[in-house]
């Protein structure tokens, strides 16, 4: 309908910008067509189920203008990819819907740059996609491997379940907050907990055999696990004090909820205790026990002496 | 980052809008676990390939504004299941990622019901997807099955091979302009050519033992039949009388190319014309030979006494 006279077009760009990123990873990920055809041809291993997640990340909602080309393309995979850790899945391969307003030459080569670096990191090539005009928008669809009937889900949580969550809650906000402030805080550190978030997929690899339902807390940590109770009609008494974070004590009840934090929750059975502290201590990733599965309805935050605590409510898309 | 206040949110548009498409065909189509969870978890059958496709649609680039919203649902799937009819896939499952301005439930039961009747015309459910805030901006993944290795792809067009077209070309273009004239044209039979293309999914499963290559024409029949051309190395003569098409002859050069056609260009041994007959009637679907690969490069657009003719180029996407 649009059509413009430019002699760039979408052909030059899928050419240059996303034809061969993670071309190597084809062969042993079972991709027999990819970008260039019109769709892409998968042959998935016959004793694996294929766990899917898709996710957008829109220009000043899901991450600042201000933000490098690189960081953006490799945020948008990892919070697909984050999904998928949740799951115990292996990634495989992954498309791109990206609508841009004008063709940049050296903006698109920085988001290359970020896409190989996710693809590199995860051993997972990019198999298809679409680019259109328009705002800043970018669809990324994931794809992942488990073995048959073993996907961790939302669903499994049992009464006196422990209730776990990986690395510390909190520091995707500080970071944003150190960003947009573009001062010299303290919390600078934390910027690239923000730009750069770690998908916890050798975490999820390992919880297949102890974990009995799992969820990322991309929406709050709190927000996150209530799904967690609804779906499997339990409550949960979350301790505050033992919620690992980076996040001065007197912010923490606002902040541990305010998402962005590509972590995982799980639940599991106090008997995986030392499993988990091996997973934990092998993989140098925190993993802390911060409160258990209970009867009722609901996640409570609560002190020492479980008075309940009221926190910040989550993420909320509209 | 961008927090509304708003009650409602997500989850209450997921689960009143999207949560329960396709329902009935989930177990057929080994979808183990399906809208609502972290990602979808899907069986693929051992004996099968999956043929993946992404489409991204958005308002005032890919479709009107003014367009129905159960239109835009149903155009934003057909139009991404067309390149699984030109690769010859049976429809699976499909994911839906949609940026929304605003939550408006008129709108939303509207395009739900768009989903609901693509979704049952192919059998195939909706399994997942994400909800955001932004303009409106539609991404469709679809899957589909091949048996293992039988695929159809751009590849194999070989020189001598003849060039068959589906349907009539032209045709959503001049609906596009019926629709934009808001006249009672004598063209307005065709809006809904553009606004519920019919994915040729029945051709393309029958095309499996037939076609040497294919390719959906939504760019434009002569640029999309080009990449046939470019990827096998070969040319192509295209008798523009043999066009299928109801554009007046004054302007068949320039609308053959116009794009949006979701109809499927394949080419096949000259053998093959009774097999094709033969599809075209059982389906009741208009297949004709409009041409011939040749030796050399690039397609062109010939009188019967093979005098070349200029056509307008196809559709650009910046």
Redesign the interface.
Known sequence: ??????K???FT?IRDYFSDIGLDYLEDQGI??SVG????????P?TK????????S?E?????KSMKAEDIAYRSVAVALS??A??G?SPAWF?L?I??K??NHKWLSNFKKGLQDISKEFAFPL?????????L?I?V?VAGY?D?GK?I???GAKIGDLIYVTGTVGDASLG?RAFNEKSSSKFSEYVKKFSRPKARIGVGEKLLKVASS???ISDGLIQDLNQICVVNGVGANVFLKKIPSNVPNSELANLINSG?DYEICFTAQESFQDTIDIISRDLGVPIKCIGEIIEGKGVKVVSESLNPIQVKSG????
């Open positions: 309908m649009l059509k413009s006279q430019d760039e077009n979408e760009v027999k067509l055809d019109d769709a892409s041809v998968i042959k998935v016959p189920e294929q766990v899917v997640s898709v996710d957008t829109i000043g909602v899901h991450f600042p999904d998928l949740a799951c899945a498309t819907a609508s841009l004008e063709i198999i298809g996609g679409d680019t259109t005009k328009g705002n928008c669809t669809q488990v048959i996907t889900t939302r669903s944003l799992s969820i990322d962005d993420y909320k898309h509209f």
